[in-house]
């Protein structure tokens, strides 16, 4: 503990003398700052080939098993205060998250970003900021202990604790309002427009997580990335247009129903003074911010139902479950399930577009068995037309599961526009997850909003229940009227 009280003055000699220092000096300090740590043989990392390369010295250093930092010290004026950048609800500067980028394609773990006063820990594998410290003072209190050779061995930075889901989803969410008001704000919108803008950001975040949009002359990581680019870089004039442009296409190359063209919003997201900003802050957002959970998570706020909505876990529809069971390759693409959502909750979307697909893919194999027969069954000198008709009666349903579902196996019921909104959103990126884990190529994006369907005030199976026939009274039985 005496090594790690001497850090604070180590810190306070090199801004002392920092208008005469060198890079040589840099590197003197940041050894002498590991060596506190215990650290005494570290590895120096060449930076100056890597992503935004800055001028660092950067080491690293191995504690045994996943336990691997890397240790970036750059010179003052690189960081902004951690303490700002959390009330804003990012997880970077610009600085931080090109130093976390270059670290996870070295495989380490973790990383650690210093000034030699204000200080940054990071798991480096989903951007999720740890630890922070605005002064030498704050980093002796709560990062130094963790990052002691000694403790770094025993774990020390697999048992720092992590922020809850809820934590999470309450920064992404307080990011979106500000930015929705923003869009606002100037314009002559109404908040829709700007709710659309965010959902329009939200899915493009997860499609570039989970690129299912490969074509030999499209790739939407490289026209994701240079949009941001553009955004970080010394001109950003027509950062606003490349994102309404990239909009429009995800729109007209791949259907995406929640880009189409809407003018108005268009001409405000072109306006550069507001597209910068909100696209160099929707960069500084971690990964952790922009799975399912996190995002439904986020919509846990404001009337009581709505919240429990997005925590209402599907329970087992004994009814819709006869339903699918007595299904065949004959009634397979007729088959649909009514989701209600004021009733259900949201989970229930992914819940049951997930039993379609079980049973499609159930019916599917059932059909490539009894294909494999026929096949047995025919003589060896069969033509291709012949082998293309047997293929013919292929159920729809079983030639694109996940599209098949969208547009004919679901329908999802909404009470208000906050429950639209939210379905919609779930909707694509459930079906963006689903196509990017079974690697099944993606075509277009189905009609998504012509499955949400508005709730009629008394639904078919309450009219049932409210309406049956009344039982025949018996000879001591009256009638209730």
């Avoid at 001497?6 to 306070?12: G, N, P, Q, S, V």
């Avoid at 001109?235 to 995800?250: R, S, V, W, Y």
């Avoid at 108005?264 to 900003?277: F, I, K, T, W, Y």
């Avoid at 209600?340 to 049973?359: A, C, H, P, Q, T």
Wanted: glycine letters at 6%; one cysteine or more.
């Amino acid at each position: 503990m005496e090594a790690l009280g001497k850090i604070t003055k180590l810190c306070e000699a090199w801004w002392e003398r920092l208008s005469d220092s060198t890079r040589a000096d840099q590197q003197k300090y940041a050894e002498q700052f590991l060596g506190l740590l215990g650290w005494s043989d570290t590895a120096l990392i060449d930076t100056s080939s890597r992503e935004g390369a800055l001028s660092s010295a950067s080491f690293v250093l191995r504690g045994g098993g996943e336990s691997a930092v890397a240790a970036h010290f750059v010179m003052p004026g690189s960081l902004d205060p951690p303490s700002s950048l959390v009330e804003r609800g990012l997880d970077c500067c610009e600085a931080t998250r090109l130093l976390v980028n270059g670290t996870r394609k070295l495989n380490i773990r973790y990383a650690f970003v210093t000034d030699l006063f204000r200080s940054y820990l990071y798991d480096a594998q989903t951007d999720e900021l740890l630890l922070h410290a605005d002064t030498p003072d704050v980093f002796h209190r709560e990062i130094a202990g963790v990052l002691v050779r000694s403790h770094v061995e025993r774990g020390s930075l697999e048992e720092v604790r992590r922020n809850p889901r809820s934590y999470a989803a309450r920064q992404l969410r307080e990011w979106c309002r500000h930015w929705c008001e923003a869009i606002v704000s100037d314009s002559d919108l109404d908040k829709d427009a700007g709710v659309l803008a965010i959902d329009r950001l939200l899915v493009l975040r997860y499609l570039f997580d989970h690129d299912i949009m490969k074509r030999s002359d499209w790739r939407l990581g490289q026209r994701f990335s240079q949009v941001i680019a553009r955004a970080f870089g010394p001109d950003p004039k027509g950062t606003g247009k490349a994102l309404t442009t990239l909009f429009h296409d995800i729109w007209f190359d791949w259907k995406g129903g929640l880009f189409r063209p809407h003018p108005p919003l268009d001409e405000v997201l072109a306006n550069d003074q507001l597209a910068v900003p909100m696209l160099k802050e929707f960069t500084l957002l971690s990964k952790t911010k922009f799975s399912i959970a996190t995002i439904l998570e986020s919509f846990n706020h404001g009337e009581a139902g709505e919240k429990a909505r997005v925590r209402l876990v599907p329970e087992t529809n004994e009814e819709r479950e006869r339903y699918l069971a007595k299904q065949t390759l004959g009634t397979i693409d007729s088959a649909r399930i009514e989701v209600d959502v004021l009733e259900e909750g949201y989970r229930s979307i992914f819940y049951w577009f997930d039993k379609m697909v079980e049973l499609y893919e159930r019916l599917g194999l059932e059909f490539d068995i009894a294909s494999q027969r026929q096949q047995q069954a025919v003589p060896e000198d069969m033509d291709l037309f012949a082998w293309g008709e047997m293929d013919a009666h292929r159920p729809g349903a079983l030639r694109d599961k996940f599209q098949h579902v969208i547009e004919n196996g679901l329908s999802v019921l909404h009470a208000s526009p906050r429950q639209y909104r939210t379905a919609r959103l779930m909707l694509y990126l459930h079906l963006i997850s689903a196509y990017d884990q079974c690697k099944i190529r993606f075509g277009q994006f189905p009609p998504i909003e012509s499955t949400l369907k508005e709730r009629p005030k008394m639904l078919e199976s309450e009219k049932r229940w409210n309406y049956q026939p009344p039982k025949s009274a018996g000879p001591d039985e009256w009638d209730v009227i």
